[in-house]
């Protein structure tokens, strides 16, 4: 009798086993899921981002207010509060188009959604993604130097 209900008492171990494992491998098979498809929507999202940035005198206020509530929602921290910058220092005003304080603020925000959507240990800075945007004016031409020196370029 004994042998019967260590057998039935492994057996039940053995299922609950399997039957945690089979739970867990799912929650974990989800959350990878969810994350993924998390990605896939965020770089979606600031793909369309940075073509209302560059062309942002023709993107309607209806797409900006879209493009908005989609950072709040999917968005990392640092994009969400880069663009809320950006939007208000342009709404009242604060910068124009050419301005060297929205090439700041830009450069801030591309920066932001590099480093969520792919490269989170960047070693770009903002003024690397300033020159990346086109703007020279102001570059510190000596840490300039450097930089290409330590990627080996000089």
């Known amino acids: 009798m004994t042998d019967i209900l260590s057998a039935v008492g492994a ?3 053995g299922v609950c086993g ?6 867990v491998k799912g929650r974990i098979d989800r959350k990878h899921r969810i994350e993924s498809e998390s990605k896939e929507q965020r770089f979606d999202l600031y793909k369309r981002l940075a073509e209302a940035m560059r062309y942002g005198d023709s993107t309607t206020g209806g797409e900006k207010r879209g493009l ?15 663009w809320t910058a950006y939007v208000d220092a342009a709404y009242t005003g604060t910068i124009t188009k050419k301005s060297p304080e929205r090439m700041q603020l830009a450069s801030a925000l591309v920066l932001a959604m590099r480093m969520d959507a792919s490269r989170p240990d ?18 510190d031409e000596k840490a300039a130097e450097q930089r290409a020196r330590d990627a080996g370029l000089l």
């Open 122 to 139: 960047t070693k770009l800075s903002k003024t690397d993604v300033l020159a990346c945007l086109g703007v020279r004016e102001g570059r």
């Open 18 to 23: 399997a039957l945690v494992g089979v739970i």
């Open 11 to 13: 057996a039940a171990i």
């Open 68 to 82: 908005t509530i989609d950072i709040a929602l999917f968005g990392s921290d640092e994009v969400a509060r880069a």
